[in-house]
C-alpha cells in the first residue's frame, strides 16, 4: 500500500521558515520525480516546486523562487520543502506528490501525478 505522508507545517510570522517533509512508502521512492503543490482557500491548486527522482533538477514556480528549496534523500524516501522569507500569501495547504514518468522534465500539473499526501497546512501571519 502506497503512503506519501506529508509533515512540517504549521503557523509562523511573515520572514520565517518551515520545512516541510514528504515521507513515502509502498513504492520505490528513488524512482519517483516528486513535487510540492499547495491550495489556498477559495482557489485552484498550484505547483510549487518539483525534482527530478535523482535531484538533478529542479524547477520552481516563480512565486517561490529564489526563497523555497526543494531536496530529496532517497536513503531515507524522503522529500523535503525548505521554505525561507515566507509570505502571508504563501499560506495554503501544501500537498506532495509523486510521479513515475520519469520524463526529464518536470510535471507542473497535477493530473500528471500519481500518488498524493493528505497536505499540511501552513499559516503565515502578516
Known amino acids: 500500500q502506497v503512503q506519501v505522508v506529508e509533515s512540517g507545517g504549521g503557523l509562523v510570522q511573515a520572514g520565517g521558515s518551515l520545512r516541510l517533509s514528504c515521507a513515502a512508502s509502498?513504492?520505490?521512492?528513488?524512482?519517483?520525480?516528486m513535487g510540492w503543490f499547495r491550495q489556498a482557500p477559495g482557489k485552484e491548486r498550484e505547483f510549487v516546486a518539483g525534482i527530478t527522482w535523482n535531484g538533478f533538477r529542479t524547477y520552481y514556480a516563480d512565486s517561490v523562487k529564489g526563497r523555497f528549496t526543494i531536496s530529496r534523500d532517497n536513503a531515507k524516501n524522503t522529500g523535503y520543502l525548505q521554505m525561507n522569507s515566507l509570505k502571508a500569501e504563501d499560506t495554503a495547504v501544501y500537498y506532495c506528490?509523486?510521479?513515475?514518468?520519469?520524463?526529464?522534465?518536470?510535471?507542473?500539473?497535477?493530473?500528471?501525478?500519481?500518488?498524493w499526501g493528505q497536505g499540511t497546512q501552513v499559516t503565515v501571519s502578516s
Open positions: 509502498g513504492l520505490t521512492f528513488r524512482s519517483y520525480d
Open positions: 506528490a509523486a510521479d513515475i514518468r520519469r520524463l526529464g522534465l518536470i510535471a507542473t500539473m497535477g493530473s500528471e501525478y500519481e500518488y
